[in-house]
């Protein structure tokens, strides 16, 4: 888990799936990444444990998963935390605000 957050695009995403799950498009949208390179970190958080996902129709939505443990649990609450300090998590907060309002998919 500590190794799958050591990465900026990850903990950017863990941010973001923390206030619920997203699509694909959404997730490259806010990031502004491409379709592989989302697709790719998603796949490593999966692969992790802190990521699962289930296909609408044409789409795969992500989501966190329930902590399993207490390490778990409380890596999930130092990312939280860690907006306080960290301006590129809180502007993804607000791109997220303006991508859910005009959800495509």
């Known amino acids: ?3 799958a957050l050591s990465d900026r695009t990850r903990l ?3 941010n973001l799936l923390l206030e619920g799950e ?3 498009c959404e997730v490259m949208q806010i990031l502004g990444a491409t379709q592989s390179k989302s697709s790719r970190h998603l ?3 999966k692969n992790a444990g802190l990521v699962k996902h289930k296909r609408k129709r044409l789409w795969i939505y992500y989501s ?3 902590p399993r443990n ?3 649990r409380q890596l999930l609450k130092a990312v939280r935390l860690s907006r306080k300090q960290n301006s590129l998590l809180r502007a993804d907060l607000k791109k ?3 991508v859910s309002k005009t959800r495509a998919c």
Do not use: D, N, P
Request: glycine share 0%; proline share 0%.
């Open 70 to 72: 207490a390490v778990h």
């Open 1 to 3: 888990m500590f190794k």
């Open 96 to 98: 997220l605000v303006r």
């Open 43 to 45: 796949t490593y958080l």
């Open 22 to 24: 997203l699509c694909v």
């Open 64 to 66: 966190l998963t329930s």
């Open 12 to 14: 950017r995403i863990v």
